[in-house]
């Protein structure tokens, strides 16, 4: 009875840190927004900056970010992100930050949660076609670092 009781509490316990990722092609998108984590677990915005540079995202690229001002080379394509956190609620970031196509159609915003759909991926600069599975830019719970250090952007 002691053995059944312990094994209750430690999966109890450990419920939420073995939640089930969401795979790209199982994201459901609601105009554009995605209600639910991605992870079952929140982000850490303290991860997001590096994500953010010269990362795997490397948001700064085509966004200025004032909050990352220690970061060299901030773009100009992309619309500023300070107050992306006071404009947009938590699921239509996750959402932009997963494929912002699904918001704003058209955009040249490259979906970084996405592995299928493409006209011809390759493999990163060599010319030829992907010779396996195509990954996600960002992992599921980069997507959500990000999306928790932009609901930190608030206006002032």
Same mark, same amino acid.
């Given at each position: 009875? %002691?053995?059944?009781?312990? *094994? ?5 316990? /450990? ?7 969401? &795979?790209?092609?199982?994201? +459901? ?10 992870? @079952?677990?929140? @982000?850490? !915005? ?9 990362? /795997?995202?490397? =948001?700064?690229? =085509?966004?200025?970010?004032? +909050? ?15 107050? /992306?956190?006071? $404009? ?12 912002? %196509? &699904? *918001? ?15 006209? $011809?991926? #390759?493999?990163?600069?060599? #010319?030829? +076609? !992907?010779? @396996? ?18 609901? *930190?952007? %608030?206006?002032?």
């Amino acid at each position: 009875m %002691k053995l059944t009781k312990l *094994t209750l509490a430690a999966a109890l316990l /450990a419920g939420p840190a073995i939640a089930e990722e969401i &795979m790209p092609v199982d994201v +459901a998108y609601v105009d554009g927004a995605i209600e639910s984590s991605l992870t @079952g677990m929140p @982000g850490d !915005a303290a991860n997001a900056p590096a994500i953010m540079d010269k990362g /795997a995202g490397n =948001c700064i690229a =085509c966004h200025a970010v004032s +909050a990352l001002s220690d970061i060299p080379f901030h773009g100009e394509v992309g619309p500023p992100l300070d107050g /992306a956190g006071s $404009r947009w609620s938590e699921a239509e970031l996750r959402g932009i930050v997963a494929n912002a %196509k &699904m *918001t704003f159609e058209g955009s040249v915003m490259p979906s970084f949660y996405k592995n299928d759909g493409f006209t $011809r991926p #390759g493999d990163g600069y060599t #010319g030829k +076609a !992907a010779s @396996g599975p195509v990954q996600p830019l960002l992992t599921a719970q980069q997507v959500e670092d990000v999306v928790a250090f932009l609901m *930190t952007l %608030k206006d002032e």
